[in-house]
């Protein structure tokens, strides 16, 4: 199992404190199994390995945005042993055995056995490890059932329940500045916070923002004509969930601003949102993508699944039509139709095998008498062609006359007659006009 806890900061001098709410709205981009536990939030992410591209991109993806947000995150393969290894000041629990991990962690890691640290301390346990190795049926019958509840889910011996987080329908958030801010352009790096909470809550929704708008207080030794604060709104040309977009445009507009007084709070608002058109992932062109189209969604089929997935017909120069197109797996060099070869027009569709006709009267017949409309059109060549058989090569030399005949239930056809010498003089049925 793969969880995450995201742990804010404690210290207030390290980094603004975040609103647990807000920060698990921003993790439910990621997984619908949030929840706020304590001072932290946990993901459980197995479900959402596949869909992010594997546990590698995804771990990338949490990381990343766990940084710009300036909150500690810990990996482990329960919620509780994240939690605890959080606290602990570590980040990846999964490089090392959740039993050797926890074993080593003090007795405060985990709420549940912190309650009882006097106690257990008595009777010389100091570790969770050492917590461990009592027997069970003292500790039932000393402390309460949540202590080994707790240290049960931890290790992975028992399944772990939370009151999973909803998303909510608007986004609003607020964050409190490390100190106060005196210059409009300053309040960006607390807002850049606040914007990537508002993308993560987009994310999850798939909406795009037209417009949000950012408050800021001012602190409380301001003067009566300063006001409580202001508020700037900010509108978007098209609907984006882009946080650099955002901060761009939020840096423009903070330049022309001037504070009444100093700002010690920030609030954000997702005031108009739009549904957001999401990229197809289908192997097929989509005809409403005005921007689609067949090369693109071949060169798309070739990058995901390998070149070899992708055949491409090869027009050559060659009289005999089964041996006209090739299909290749390679990229073609776009040759030209060859011109000038055949006198009569070509079938939509080729046998693989030419298929013998019944005679009747020295005439072929194929679903009733043919009517030969047009030809002949002789066809000789294919001596260079060679097919092994046995332990000897057949050569692939061919000498045809071809016609244009006409069937009364079956249509135009594409049919032959055999000239080679020593070869028994026979009609082929070889291709069908659509």
């Known amino acids: 199992m793969h969880w995450a806890a995201l742990l804010p900061p404690q210290c207030p001098d390290s980094a603004s404190p975040i609103d647990l709410q807000s920060l698990a709205a921003w993790a439910l981009q990621f997984t619908p199994r949030v929840a706020v536990v304590e001072e932290a939030v946990l993901l459980e992410l197995e479900a959402s390995l596949r869909l992010f591209g594997g546990a590698e991109d995804l771990h990338a993806l949490v990381e990343a945005g766990a940084r710009e947000l300036g909150v500690h995150l810990a990996w482990a393969a329960t919620g509780l042993a994240a939690l605890a290894i959080a606290r602990q000041g570590l980040a990846d629990g999964l490089a090392h055995p959740l039993q050797q991990l926890l074993d080593s962690l003090p007795l405060e890691r985990l709420s549940a056995v912190a309650r009882h640290q006097a106690t257990l301390a008595r009777v010389g346990c ?31 011996l028992r399944p772990e329940t939370y009151a999973w987080e909803m998303l909510p329908e608007t986004f609003h958030a607020r964050l409190e500045l490390m100190s106060r801010v005196e210059m409009a352009p300053a309040l960006l790096f607390g807002a850049r916070r606040l914007l990537l909470m508002m993308a993560g809550w987009l994310r999850a929704r798939q909406l795009g923002a037209t417009a949000f708008t950012l408050r800021w207080c001012h602190d409380s030794m301001r003067s009566r004509d300063a006001g409580k604060g202001g508020e700037l709104t900010i509108r978007t040309a098209e609907p984006t969930q882009n946080v650099e977009h955002l901060a761009r445009l939020l840096t423009e507009h903070l330049a ?72 290749s797996a390679a990229e073609p060099r776009r040759p030209s139709r060859p011109q000038g070869l055949h006198e009569l027009p070509l079938p939509t569709w080729v046998l693989e095998t030419p298929l013998r006709l019944v005679e009747r009267a020295h005439r072929p017949v194929y679903q009733g008498p043919l009517q030969l409309l047009l030809g002949p059109d002789r066809v000789e060549g294919g001596w260079w062609h060679r097919e092994e058989v046995g332990d000897g090569e057949l050569p692939l030399n061919v000498q045809r006359d071809y016609w244009l005949a006409r069937s009364e239930h079956a249509g135009l056809l594409w049919v032959f007659q055999t000239r080679l010498a020593g070869e028994e003089t026979a009609w082929f049925l070889h291709g069908h006009y659509g």
Do not use: N
């Not at 289908?282 to 055949?311: F, M, N, V, Y």
């Not at 491409?312 to 039509?321: F, G, M």
């Open 126 to 156: 100091r570790t969770l490890g050492q917590v461990r190795a009592l027997p069970r049926g003292g500790i039932a019958r000393r402390f309460d059932k949540a202590l080994l509840e707790a240290m049960d889910q931890a290790y992975g």
């Open 256 to 327: 022309k601003v001037e504070l009444l007084a100093p700002a010690g709070d920030l609030e954000l608002l997702a005031a108009e949102v739009e549904p957001m058109g999401q990229e197809s992932r289908s192997l097929i062109p989509d005809p409403a993508h005005k921007g689609a189209s067949t090369r693109l969604a071949l060169e798309r089929i070739q990058a995901r699944l390998g070149e070899a997935c992708i055949r491409r017909p090869q027009l050559s120069a060659d009289h005999r039509l089964e041996w006209m197109q090739q299909w």
